[in-house]
């Protein structure tokens, strides 16, 4: 197989309708001309003025086990204003089958479509650029397409977080990674409505065509963060495939940065997550069930009658922690950490409700503006 003509590609038009995303025929016929065959698979990263990230996340990626003529790596410049475009070239240079694609539209949305329209593997797996994946990561993923029946839409694993700095040791464990499942095989219908990780994915293109893509409306923007594309295109994917197949072998790390610790930073993520999930409820019609915020009300009230000295403990009905997200041989908290755990978990439970109250009265108010009438 000859190798993809190098150098920097523009991303065109191409979000959420599937003639977008896929492209025209011709427009195929021509970005394939450099190639002989497809690929089983296309590694998609996207990037936005992370330039001192990309070299980790390549080397992680050039180490696969999975036979390098088999796959290709396409790095989305999302918009990047930093030294994205310098870095990218250079990696270029010791990484033939990596090819840099220049999306000019800023949101994380617009890059992935923009990287699945370009992809010329049948299954595409997406990576965070603060991803580290496990040399048998591509390989176990392709491995799962290939052999489990029924064929799954989707295949993902598990996510484990990097520090930069040690977190407090009140810091919930597994807040920077939930587990989606225990066990390795397919999701249940609900669990596979909620998606997998982002940053830890893989999907077949044709249902990734057939579904129109990520939803541009959502997602990182840009220096306005948000969240919810990956979850949203499930609730479309499940519906063409409901099988979704997870094993926690398919594993990545990725980078916790200092400023993710600040209380601050996690109850606007809460905050802004909340506001998404209701976003999706607005699409979807019904509650969703995402996160572990939900059960807050009982565990609040556990948690103030505690303050004020009535009985009852607060871990009962505390949000629980998936089996395998806790350090069985770490030394146990004391009183006060205990409480700032628990006081933790309340305010990221009341950023989440209160995210969701403002996208519901926001979605309210879109409804009756004279424009939706």
Not at 139 to 156: K, W
Not at 317 to 342: F, I, N, S, W, Y
């Amino acid at each position: 197989m000859s190798a993809p003509a190098r150098g920097v590609e523009r991303g065109r038009d191409c979000c959420y309708s599937p003639a977008m995303v896929a492209g025209t025929v011709a427009e195929r016929r021509g970005e394939e001309a450099s190639a002989a065959a497809d690929f089983k698979a296309s590694v998609v990263v996207c990037t936005h003025n992370r330039a001192r990230l990309l070299p980790m996340c390549m080397d992680f990626l050039s180490r696969q086990t999975f036979p390098r003529e088999q796959f290709e790596i396409i790095l989305v410049d999302n918009a990047s204003t930093d030294e994205t475009a310098a870095v990218a070239a250079g990696l270029q240079e010791r990484m033939p089958h990596l090819r840099v694609i220049r999306e000019p539209r800023a949101g994380k949305s617009f890059a992935l479509n923009t990287g699945i329209r370009v992809a010329r593997g049948q299954i595409v797996a997406f990576l965070d650029d603060d991803g580290r994946a496990a040399p048998d990561w591509l390989e176990r993923i392709v491995a799962a397409f290939e052999h489990e029946s029924p064929t799954p839409a989707a295949v993902g694993g598990d996510l484990d977080p990097i520090f930069s700095i040690s977190p407090p040791r009140w810091f919930p464990p597994g807040h920077f990674a939930p587990r989606r499942a225990v066990v390795r095989g397919f999701l249940s219908a609900d669990q596979a409505r909620s998606g997998l990780s982002g940053c830890n994915m893989a999907v077949r293109r044709d249902l990734l065509i057939a579904v129109g893509g990520f939803d541009p409306t959502m997602g990182p923007r840009g220096r306005r963060f948000s969240f919810g594309e990956d979850t949203e295109i499930f609730r479309r994917l499940v519906e063409h495939s409901p099988h979704v197949w997870y094993d926690p072998a398919i594993h990545v790390e990725h980078l916790v940065p200092a400023e993710r610790l600040r209380v601050a930073d996690a109850l606007k993520r809460a905050y802004l997550h909340g506001r998404a999930v209701s976003s999706l409820e607005g699409v979807w019609g019904a509650q969703l069930m995402v996160g572990r915020h939900r059960r807050f009300v009982p565990y609040l009230r556990r948690l103030l009658g505690k303050l004020s000295g009535r009985s009852g403990g607060v871990t009962e009905g505390a949000p629980k922690e998936a089996p395998g997200t806790v350090d069985p041989h770490a030394r146990p908290l004391g009183r006060g950490d205990r409480l700032k755990r628990e006081l933790f978990v309340a305010s990221l439970s009341i950023a989440y409700e209160l995210g969701r109250l403002r996208g519901a009265r926001w979605r309210r108010g879109a409804e009756r503006s004279p424009d939706n009438r």
